[in-house]
């Protein structure tokens, strides 16, 4: 009994052995079979690379004035309404021109007399030298005659400046654009009084109409005192606004104010967009991307591709199925790319996905 018991151990403890060698058989060939980490590759390529900051503005009118004339009067004909564009030059009001006609008919009449007694006073003056030259004549009527001919230049004179007061008067009756723009705000009825030199005082001081430039466009934003140095004039921007999701509009840093806001300590900078289609419109709100560090033509990898041990920049670089760890150096970085200033060559396949649990030289299957 006790021997047939003891064989019964032996049979087992024989069993288990074998299970164990057999398990350990099993797991390893499955880990040969699998040891290999998966990953994703992509190729390091050549590229700019910008470092962009994020800012936020109003859309101004590149130009905007507001058109009064000269003089006083009464506002006779405003020939736009709001909403109209307009060329330079183009005729946008006037004021009652018959006072100015009036003056300016004056003021030719009195040109002609002039220029008659000038010409009169010539004559005289060109015969009294000859009689003075043969002394047949006192030195009282020379002098006399000589006082009437310059006294007749300067009536010449009175009447050409007169003349063109009349012709100025008549001008700045007639209020022209100065600009290419679009007419954004009638001010004044037809037959009001307007008085420019009251400006906005009282309602005979405002403008007859408003005139801005649309199709171009401006954008202020404020910029700290740390990122203000790297920005420079004719550097790039992109814009974004609400109104046209997932489009971009160019612009270019045209203006920078080198003294800082006193309250905010930042600095205001202009910023100038092409807008041929008017598809920015003045008094919204703008989200502006401005480049402020470019390298161009560069060797770039994504960001996530490089990982930091030890306090060193790394990647994985697959040669086949075994990965090859390479110290690099980055240099700026920006929406989810990086630039690598050395390390790596272009063309090479860099692993980006499942990179964090190699070691060099191990196995890969991409």
């Known amino acids: 009994m006790r021997r047939a018991l003891r064989l019964a151990v032996v049979v087992l403890a024989m069993i288990g052995i074998s299970g164990i060698v057999g398990c350990g058989k099993e797991e390893k060939a499955e880990m040969e079979e699998f040891g290999a980490t998966p990953v994703r590759l992509t190729e390091v390529v050549r590229g700019d690379i910008s470092t962009v900051i994020s800012l936020t503005g109003d859309i101004e009118p590149g130009r905007q004035v507001s058109i009064v004339p000269d003089l006083p009067g ?3 004909r405003i020939y736009v309404e709001e909403g109209d564009k307009v060329k330079q030059g183009q005729l946008l009001a006037e004021l009652d021109t018959r006072t100015a006609k009036l003056g300016l008919q004056q003021a030719e009449a009195g040109l002609a007399v002039a220029q008659a007694n000038l010409h009169s006073a010539s004559k005289d003056w060109e015969r009294i030298q000859e009689l003075h030259q043969k002394g047949t004549i006192s030195p009282q009527q020379y002098e006399k005659v000589q006082l009437g001919y310059q006294a007749a230049k300067a009536q010449l004179q009175q009447a050409e400046v007169a003349l063109d007061m009349g012709k100025h008067q008549l001008e700045v009756s007639l209020m022209k654009a100065p600009f290419d723009g679009v007419v954004t705000g009638k001010n004044i009825n037809e037959g009001e009084y307007i008085n420019p030199a009251m400006g906005g005082m009282d309602p005979g001081g405002s403008s007859v109409v408003t005139l801005m430039e649309l199709s171009k466009v401006k954008i202020k934003v404020n910029i700290s005192e740390k990122d203000m140095k ?12 609400d109104a046209y999701p997932g489009r971009e509009f160019c612009g270019k840093v045209s203006k920078l104010n080198p003294t800082a806001d006193p309250m905010s300590r930042a600095f205001k900078v202009e910023i100038a967009v092409p807008n041929e289609d008017m598809a920015l419109k003045a ?7 401005l480049c402020i560090v470019v ?18 920049f790394l990647l994985f670089v697959a ?4 990965a090859g760890m390479r110290e690099v150096k980055p240099g700026l970085s920006s929406e989810g ?11 090479e396949k860099v692993i980006v996905e499942g990179n964090y649990g190699l070691k060099d030289g191990g196995k890969v299957d991409w």
């Open 283 to 289: 008094g919204t709100y703008a989200r502006v991307r």
């Open 295 to 312: 390298h161009k033509d560069v060797l770039l990898v994504p960001e996530k591709s490089v990982i930091q041990r030890d306090g060193m």
């Open 337 to 347: 790319v990086v630039e690598i200033v050395e390390g790596v060559q272009e063309g």
């Open 319 to 322: 040669d086949g199925d075994v």
């Open 74 to 76: 009464k506002v006779a």
């Open 230 to 241: 790297k920005v420079r004039i004719g550097q790039e921007t992109r814009i974004t606004v």
